[in-house]
């Protein structure tokens, strides 16, 4: 991936990360997270990224707009 890329990569990710988090806070996700539903909530986070990622790699005249 080139500089471009990783930029729209990362800024995708990070805004998804702070939106999702944001979203399910207001809905009391975090009211009763025990180990099991923080480490669900992190693969979900980890798989939504490889798709991100995977989108990006595979589209690059798309990020060069």
């Known amino acids: 991936m080139n500089k471009n890329q990783r930029i729209a990569f990362w800024s995708t ?10 979203g399910i806070y207001f ?13 669900i909530l992190t693969s979900f986070y980890l798989a ?3 798709f991100i990622h995977k ?11």
């Open 48 to 50: 939504v990224g490889y």
């Open 27 to 39: 809905q009391g996700a975090f009211d009763d997270l025990s180990l099991g539903g923080s480490l």
């Open 13 to 22: 990710f990070i805004g998804f990360c702070i939106t999702g988090t944001i």
């Open 55 to 65: 989108y990006i790699r595979s589209n690059p005249e798309e990020i060069e707009k």
